[in-house]
């Protein structure tokens, strides 16, 4: 069986530790050690330079983000090792800035783990600088985007308008684009600016400020 990499296993669930370290020897890893916690982990790493760290994120003292604390650690000093995240939560706000990252970085979440065989593919796949990213995640992701974006509620027309308003056009300029009236123009506008939240004062330009938030949201 061919060699597939030195590992180190970091999950404070004994019984889930030892039966995923029985399962990647038996499949080619060698697993050099075990952590229950993050300051643990920290010091395996440091001490055997693994190719691949599978961490659960929340782990002693308190149980909320000292697995992925670790592995923001783990990235900052040992860029070189590979990091899978495997957890039993959705983490989405803490777990992006290190996805961010881009290569040799993955996150699973354990109960979408029903296929072993492709759970070694992925491993492979992240220890050779790919990345994986659970669909609960990018699910969880695009519904944050779709909560956040300013513009999600401006009709297709409305948003038609601003994206000539960001091209520079006047009022005038966007009815005959548009093939409407300028008055109906003003409308939509107002109505931006009303949805967008931009309540008229002497300090800003409101009609910029529009603008400013389209480019922003792109």
Known sequence: MAHRGRLVVADDDVLLREGLASLLTRSGFEVVAQAGDGVRLLELVRRHLPDLVIIDIRMPPSFTTEGLDAARAIRERFPQVAILLLSAYVDLEHAMELLAGGDHV??????????????????????????????????????????????????????????????????????????????????????ILIKLRLPETDADHRRVLAVLTFLESR
């Open 106 to 191: 993955g996150y699973l979440l354990k109960t979408r783990v029903t296929d072993v065989n492709e759970f070694l593919e992925t491993l492979d796949h992240i220890a050779k600088g790919g990345s994986i990213v659970d669909p609960s995640l990018v699910k969880e992701l695009v519904a944050a985007r779709h909560r956040d974006d300013p513009l999600a509620h401006l009709s297709p027309r409305e948003r038609q308008v601003l994206a000539l308003m960001a091209e520079g056009r006047s009022n005038a300029g966007i009815a005959r684009k548009l093939w409407v009236t300028e008055g109906t123009v003003e409308k939509h506008v107002r109505s």
